[in-house]
Each structure stands twice: as C-alpha cells, then as structure tokens.
C-alpha cells in the first residue's frame, strides 16, 4: 500500500472512531440510549468499543505529538491526576451516579480515567523498573 493510500485510510479511520465516539455521546446526552436490561448489553459493547478506540487515538496523537516535548507530557500528566481524584471524589460526594441518566457518562469517564491510571502506570514501571531488569543478567 503506497504512502498516500495509508494517510487516507488514517484519516479515514480517525474520522470514523471521532464520529462514532460524538455519536455515542450526543446520544447518551440526549438520553438516547436506553438503559433497559435489554439494551445495556449492546449499550456497554458500543460504549466500550468507543472508549477503547477514542483511547487509542489519544495515545497514538500523545506519541507522536506530545510526548517529546517534556511541558505538554507533563501538562498532560497533570490533568490525568487531577481527573482521578476529581472523579473518585464527585461520586464519593453524590455528584454522580449511576442513575439510567448518567450511567452511560460515568461508565465512559471512568473507563478512560482507568486506562490512563494503567497505562501510566505500566509506563512507570517501563521507564523505571523494566530497563533495570533488561540490563541485569
């Protein structure tokens, strides 16, 4: 596949995952989406399939965009620990439920607030655990 014909599909794909991730969204807030045992199957499939692509996408614009540059990483460090506490702290307080109104956006805030913990933990433990035990014998 020639390198004009990637870039299109790239975009292409990023358009369909930024599209699908409003959709989702737009309908989640319009209450759209309906939360009956029925449909919370096919609701949780989307909406996981949602945060994973949407997280992905983030990752790869994190890596080729912001990581170099040490303000930005930490910048984007900082909001990922603010974000953990601040949700953990509004559902502790009753600020947000899991209520047929909200549940669609606590479950896709905490799933992405989630693999940002993971991951910044795997990278942690990459950066400064993993080379050590790649050097001894």
Not at 10 to 29: D, E, I, Q
Not at 76 to 102: E, R, V
């Amino acid at each position: 596949m020639e390198l004009h014909q990637k870039k299109k599909l790239k975009l292409f794909l990023s358009f369909l995952v930024v599209s699908n991730t409003l959709l989702f969204l737009v309908m989640a807030y319009f209450h759209l989406l309906s939360t009956d045992p029925k449909s919370a199957v096919f609701i949780d499939f989307w909406g996981r399939f949602t945060v994973y692509s949407l997280w992905f996408i983030g990752f790869a614009l994190y890596v080729k965009y912001v990581s170099r540059t040490s303000t930005l990483r930490w910048l984007i460090l900082l909001i990922i620990c603010i974000n953990i506490p601040l949700f953990l702290l509004l559902a502790y307080f009753d600020k947000i439920s899991n209520t047929p109104d909200m549940i669609v956006f606590v479950d896709f805030w905490g799933r992405i607030t989630v693999y940002s913990l993971w991951f910044m933990c795997y990278e942690a433990y990459h950066k400064y655990l993993g080379y050590e035990l790649k050097t001894k014998p």
